[in-house]
């Protein structure tokens, strides 16, 4: 069973920059396809970037140039703590919400997320 829990997020201006990160525990984390997803009031929880166990990248368009993702593939064992963090750079008030990160395809038990709010 995996566990997530995002942190790193908080209040900065248009501009600004936050550096998110999401501790996981479990094996298989190594081989799984995480992604950061971010939930706005009123609506659905959306996919923002994502990365192979390999290293590649995709991000949707509104955040590309300004975000990037990325992760530790520490040597894994029943017990290990893997991080896959997000770097926001020049954000803008439309990035904020709540971020979460879980596996791309068939979620894991999603974590508690971690609020990011963008002032204009």
């Known amino acids: 069973q995996v566990q997530l829990v995002e942190s790193g997020g908080g209040l900065v201006q248009a501009g600004g920059s936050l550096r998110l990160s999401c501790a996981a525990s479990?094996?298989?984390?190594?081989?799984?396809?995480m992604g950061w997803y971010r939930q706005t009031p009123g609506n659905q929880r959306e996919w923002v970037a994502r990365i192979t166990s390999g290293g590649s990248t995709q991000y949707i368009d509104s955040v590309k140039g300004r975000f990037t993702i990325s992760r530790d593939n520490a040597v894994s064992s029943d017990n290990a703590v893997n991080t896959v963090y997000l770097q926001m750079d020049s954000l803008k008030p439309e990035d904020t919400g709540v971020y979460y990160c879980?596996?791309?395809?068939?979620?894991?038990?999603w974590g508690q997320g971690t609020q990011v709010t963008v002032s204009s």
């Open positions: 479990g094996s298989t984390f190594n081989f799984n396809v």
């Open positions: 879980n596996r791309v395809g068939i979620p894991f038990s």
